[in-house]
């Protein structure tokens, strides 16, 4: 079985399916001259609302990005609102007050303490630290963190010493990673707006870009095995493992980093005819990817300060030697930092409540593994802030993002040494010599971005601009 459209897209996540959205908004494009291939047997990739029906509560959840982050200047909230497809007084919520925080101690009256000013402070020092010499040796988050601590002792109390170093892990539940292994060069990030909830869901943005393109261009469990460069016809041939062949004059490649990462041998791999240039297989090696997961516990009643929007509960003071190895076993509470969304106060107007909770490698790939074990984890943490008596949740929701083996995780994250810029450079096609030698073969996806890289917008306006590469191109023929 062949298809032959004039531009073929790999993968139905955000990217891929506004990258078809955008080309059939073209009056010279026809409706069957767009085809996208997608391994799984839905579309949205790592965006996932649960159903109602999974809730006790009757509530929503997203197991993937929850925000429109970097809100004075997203993409997908401009398109929503300019559309009228998104309602600012009852769809998102900032959920930005100052975070409750607590400890193995219990609660830490942060305000009180400074300690959310010292922690403003540590990441102006790694700002600073680093562009003093931008060649400077990159360093873990742990380790920069230190340094501050020690230079500035003198200045600290004797609470913000023992506190503030182990909020700041808090980067870890930013990245998916643990902040042994995370970069301390990227580890603060310059935000275009505060990160503003979106409580209907991203399934939304994902039915307003598919119900523009015909379903029927739209082709489900369809895993690419080949990817043919070079044919006779001068066509690139997509193959999947299903034995379908697509030709086409254009290739748009969204699939994930984690998935571009694979031997092409691996059994979720992806074959290049011929191989990839030295370059983007270098390129591809020089960025890693995280695990950020979530954990959704729904209550019968609400237990804890139902106004306040997150809290932290911030590790203990453990050995970082072994922070980023995988877990054979249950870690001991505490071990890892908590970072929970209060969904009681998101929506106020349930019966009952639920917290949800962002995950960080190696724990994620655990309790991902282990859904049994994750009350275990969280009990002993979250009994140290209670109103009322604690009680057990009624319903526990887990992601399984490192158990889909066409996700293998979450988006890029920076290790120690990493260097997004190659990737970008060499993926984003946007100059000259970018390693690939047939222009007509286009990358997308949040690794492919510098601005809004691992959020939705960047996925989004990746694919729009790849959409755009290919209108420009067919006009100039």
């Not at 007050?97 to 403003?120: A, F, H, I, T």
């Not at 249950?330 to 009681?344: D, E, G, H, Q, R």
């Not at 120690?416 to 996806?445: H, M, W």
Request: aromatic letters at 10%; a negative charge; glycine letters at 6%.
């Amino acid at each position: 079985m062949s298809k032959t459209p004039k531009v073929t897209i790999i993968g139905a996540g955000i990217s891929g399916l506004k990258a078809a959205h955008t080309l059939l908004q073209d009056p010279n494009i026809k409706p069957e001259e767009v085809i996208i291939i997608e391994a799984q047997d839905h579309i949205g990739g790592r965006l996932k609302t649960t159903e109602e029906s999974q809730s006790k509560l009757g509530i929503r959840y997203d197991l993937g990005a929850s925000w429109f982050h970097d809100s004075l200047n997203n993409s997908t909230l401009n398109y929503l609102i300019e559309n009228n497809r998104i309602d600012l007084g009852k769809d998102v919520y900032y959920d930005d007050k100052d975070v409750q925080v607590y400890s193995s101690d219990g609660y830490l009256d942060s305000g009180d303490l400074k300690l959310n000013r010292v922690l403003e402070d540590i990441e102006k020092y790694i700002e600073l630290y680093f562009h003093e010499d931008i060649d400077k040796e990159d360093i873990s988050c742990i380790e920069i963190v230190d340094k501050f601590l020690e230079k500035y002792d003198p200045l600290l109390t004797d609470e913000q010493k023992k506190y503030c170093g182990r909020m700041m892990r808090y980067l870890e539940l930013w990245f998916g990673i643990s902040n042994d292994i995370s970069s301390g060069k990227f580890a603060v990030m310059d935000h275009q707006g505060r990160n503003l909830l979106n409580k209907k869901g991203y399934y939304y943005l994902v039915d307003v870009l598919a119900n523009e393109i015909p379903k029927s261009s739209i082709l489900l469990n369809e895993p690419v095995k080949t990817i043919y460069r070079q044919n006779n016809n001068k066509k690139i041939c997509v193959e999947t493992k299903n034995g379908l062949k697509v030709y086409s004059e254009y290739l748009i490649v969204t699939a994930p980093l984690s998935i571009l990462q694979l031997d092409q041998n691996h059994e979720y791999g992806i074959k290049w005819e011929p191989p990839l240039s030295e370059k983007i297989q270098k390129s591809l090696k020089t960025m890693h990817f995280g695990a950020l997961g979530k954990v959704v516990l729904e209550f019968d009643n609400i237990w804890w300060d139902k106004n306040q929007d997150r809290f932290q509960i911030i590790a203990d003071q453990v050995s970082t030697d072994n922070l980023s190895k995988p877990l054979k076993s249950l870690p001991a509470s505490f071990t890892y930092p908590v970072y929970c969304v209060n969904f009681a106060c998101v929506h106020p107007n349930k019966k009952g409540g639920s917290l949800v909770f962002l995950i960080q490698s190696p724990l994620t790939e655990y309790l991902e593994s282990h859904p049994e074990e994750v009350w275990k984890y969280y009990k002993p943490m979250l009994e140290k802030m209670p109103i009322t008596p604690i009680t057990d949740p009624i319903n526990i929701i887990v992601t399984d993002w490192t158990l889909n083996p066409y996700i293998r995780g979450a988006y890029s994250a920076m290790h120690v040494g990493d260097d997004a810029n190659d990737l970008i450079i060499t993926l984003s096609g946007e100059f000259e010599n970018c390693g690939i030698s047939e222009k007509n073969i286009r990358f997308a996806g949040e690794h492919t971005v510098a601005d809004g890289a691992g959020c939705v917008h960047g996925a989004y306006n990746s694919g729009e601009r790849e959409a755009k590469w290919i209108l420009n191109d067919l006009n100039q023929k």
